[in-house]
């Protein structure tokens, strides 16, 4: 079993001149994730998913934000204009030795 992101969605950059921005999002690990989307949202226009992370942020004045802590004290401001890169995490994914039907499955890891 290979998990893929949408080809088409590997890498969203959505440009947003106003909040709110129309997803939550929660830190997990070392990764801000997209937790809910407004289904009437700016970032469901822009193509981001449940499920995507934030990348990075750029708001027209300064650096990039890449860092965790920087993207959540980006988020949590009221700047804009900002483009936001989101992208997909990747995971490891593992099936366990079955057979079902006549169809065995082997223990693998998946990258």
């Known amino acids: 079993l290979e998990l893929h992101a949408p080809a088409r969605h590997e890498v969203v950059t959505a440009r947003f001149d106003a909040r709110p921005f129309g997803f939550s999002w929660a830190k997990e690990q070392h990764c801000i994730m997209i937790r809910d989307m407004r289904p009437d949202g700016r970032a469901v226009a822009c193509g981001v998913h449940r499920g995507m992370m934030v990348t990075s942020m750029q708001f027209d004045v300064g650096p990039p934000v890449t860092k965790p802590m920087e993207i959540i004290e980006a988020l949590r401001s ?6 936001v890169t ?4 990747r995971s490891k994914k593992s099936l366990m030795a079955h057979t079902l039907a006549g169809v065995e499955l082997v223990e693998g890891d998946v990258p």
């Open 86 to 89: 989101f992208g997909w995490k």
């Open 78 to 83: 009221d700047r804009v204009p900002a483009t």
